[in-house]
């Protein structure tokens, strides 16, 4: 049976871009999503979420009449699931919205549909879902009863595409396809072959679901040991940025940047999933978490001890000086402000200084609520004029722009490299 309907369930940062690339090939897709204003704002042909080039690919889509928003579930032949996988209480993953789409699905799920997870989940989920959507409808078999004879077909398939480039990556990539059985990868790799340049690699559902956690905690690991070089390289009075430069001169070295820690809500999330199931043995996962978790903790220490040199050299009261911070969202050129620890240090200087704490963000239009009424959201150039103490935090591009004569006068701390 080919895919004629498509459903996905869960419009944002995954879902929307997915929905509309199947709806680009033609395709009759409906978004799912519980969010009324994201419903509406998508029939209207607009986008809620910041993503370059999506805009237009949903507006043509809406137009088109290949791409409509629903607050309900509706038959399909295919269902995608991208609801949020956050993590609760002491780091375990929150599967209750994965819970609640496939129990939204179930009643409408026909004979032959294929179900497939998306979002990034801990091992076993896929099977889990199998299970919630078979409680459902025990009118209808499923791969862990009826293996390659079910009527409903299950699989795992994680997404890997780096926000700000989520339109390219997600036709261009290679997509790891986690079928509970052969049947289910093979008609879940006929899906995603209707846009996907890349190619669909099939394994099982629980190595698709390690694989997803894998790829994240290697690059959280790998952050973590540039960032505890920081550390070390503070206390030795080497410069961080040259060192790495230097040791990724070896053929086989290739080590990540330090910053003022790891945000967004992947990267900062994905790892303990692996730790919550495997503690005795996820001792490096673990620690690397901890490590960047502690990181503006770190920044934050300097940023008291810079201020409090400024203080002695300039006979000033601490009331007087003006700190200012210099980004707010969690990695260079988006305007994306989750879970960002550029968010974490600037509320904490505000919270701590005396004086007045000054905000450059040009991604941004307003400050956000927690800084609101705290700090002042200013240009580059009104906070080069009137800063005493300049803190770094994002490396956006306007920054790296910053003429290193330009901040030669001020008191400095640098999280990414760039002025000094
Ligand atoms: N954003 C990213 O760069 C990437 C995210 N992922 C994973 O994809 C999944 C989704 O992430 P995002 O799209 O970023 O999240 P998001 O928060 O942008 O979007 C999730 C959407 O699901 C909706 N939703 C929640 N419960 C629902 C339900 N029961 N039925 C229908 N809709 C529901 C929400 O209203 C929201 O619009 C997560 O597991 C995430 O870890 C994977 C790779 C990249
Ligand atoms: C393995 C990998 O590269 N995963 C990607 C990641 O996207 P995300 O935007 O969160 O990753 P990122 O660019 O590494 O940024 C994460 C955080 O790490 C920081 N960061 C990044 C690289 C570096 O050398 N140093 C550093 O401190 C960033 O500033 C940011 O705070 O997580 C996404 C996800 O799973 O949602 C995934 O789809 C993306 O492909």
Same mark, same amino acid.
């Given at each position: 049976m080919s895919f004629t309907t498509i459903s996905v369930v869960g419009l944002g940062y995954i879902g929307l871009p997915t929905a509309a690339a199947f709806a680009s090939r033609q395709k009759q897709v409906v978004g799912v999503d519980i969010n009324q204003h994201a419903v509406d704002t998508i029939n209207r042909g607009e986008i809620h979420i910041v993503e370059p080039d999506l805009d237009k690919v949903v507006k043509t889509a809406v137009e088109g009449g290949f791409l409509k928003a629903s607050t309900t579930p509706v038959e399909a032949d295919a269902y995608l699931i991208a609801v949020p996988t956050p993590f609760k209480g002491?780091? !375990?993953?929150?599967m209750a919205y994965v819970e609640a789409a496939a129990k939204a699905i179930a009643p409408v799920l026909k004979r032959g549909a294929l179900v497939i997870l998306e979002s990034?989940?801990?091992?076993?989920a896929t099977e889990q879902v199998a299970a919630w959507l078979a409680e459902s409808r025990p009118d209808l078999t499923f791969p862990q009863q009826a293996? !390659?004879?079910?009527?409903i077909n299950v699989a795992y398939c994680p997404e890997r595409v780096l926000p700000g480039q989520v339109m390219v990556e997600l036709i261009k990539n290679d997509r790891v396809i986690g079928g509970m059985t052969p049947v289910c990868s093979a008609r879940a790799s006929e899906l995603y072959n209707i846009f996907l340049e890349g190619e669909c690699v099939v394994t099982n559902s629980r190595t698709a679901e390690m694989c997803k956690l894998t790829e994240n905690s290697f690059r959280d690991v790998n952050i973590a040991f540039a960032n505890e070089l920081s550390l070390i390289c503070a206390d030795q009075g080497i410069n961080v940025w040259e060192l790495i430069r230097l040791a990724n001169r070896h053929p086989r070295v290739n080590i990540l940047q330090p910053g003022p820690g790891v945000g967004g809500h992947c990267i900062a999330v994905d790892p303990w999933f692996i730790v919550a199931q495997n503690p005795d043995q996820a001792r490096l996962i673990r620690t690397a978490r901890e490590v960047n978790d502690g990181k503006p903790h770190w920044v934050m220490n300097q940023v008291k001890a810079t201020v409090a040199d400024c203080l002695a050299q300039s006979g000033k009261r601490a009331s007087e000086l003006k700190i200012a911070c210099f980004g707010l969202a969690?990695?260079?050129?988006?305007d994306d402000l989750r879970e960002s620890p550029a968010m974490e240090i600037a509320q904490r200087v505000a919270q701590w200084h005396a004086g007045e704490t000054l905000v450059v963000e040009p991604n941004i239009h307003s400050l956000p609520k927690a800084l609101a009424g705290h700090c002042q959201l200013v240009t580059i150039d009104e906070a080069l004029a009137t800063a005493d103490v300049l803190v770094l935090l994002v490396d956006h591009s306007p920054f790296r722009a910053i003429d290193g004569e330009a901040v030669r006068q001020q008191y400095i701390v640098d999280t990414k490299g760039v002025w000094r």
């Open positions: 002491d780091h !375990e993953p929150d990034t989940s801990p091992v076993g293996g !390659e004879q079910a009527d969690f990695k260079p050129n988006i």
